[in-house]
C-alpha cells in the first residue's frame, strides 16, 4: 500500500485484477469504487492534492459502496 499524505485521504490501495479503488478517508470511512482504470489510479498517487483530484477525476464517476467500520 502506497503512502499517502492528504488531510482528506487516509488511504488508497488498487486491485488491478478487478480494477477496484479503495479509499479510506478521515473519520474512517471506507468505499470501494468499482471500474476505476489503473490511470486513474496513478493519478490519484501523483496528484499534489489527493483531496481536489479525488473530487475531480473519481467522486460522481464510478459505481460505489461503503464499507462497514471496523469496531475497536
Do not use: W
Not at 19 to 30: D, E, K, R
Not at 51 to 70: D, I, K, S, W
Amino acid at each position: 500500500m502506497p503512502a499517502v499524505t492528504s488531510t482528506a485521504i487516509l488511504r488508497i490501495e488498487y486491485d488491478e485484477f478487478l480494477h477496484q479503488l479503495q479509499i479510506t478517508f478521515a473519520g474512517n470511512h471506507t468505499y470501494v469504487y468499482y471500474d476505476v482504470p489503473r490511470g486513474v489510479y496513478a493519478g490519484l498517487l501523483r496528484a499534489s492534492s489527493k483531496g481536489t483530484y479525488f473530487n475531480a477525476c473519481v467522486r460522481n464517476h464510478y459505481r460505489f459502496t461503503e464499507l462497514p467500520r471496523m469496531r475497536r
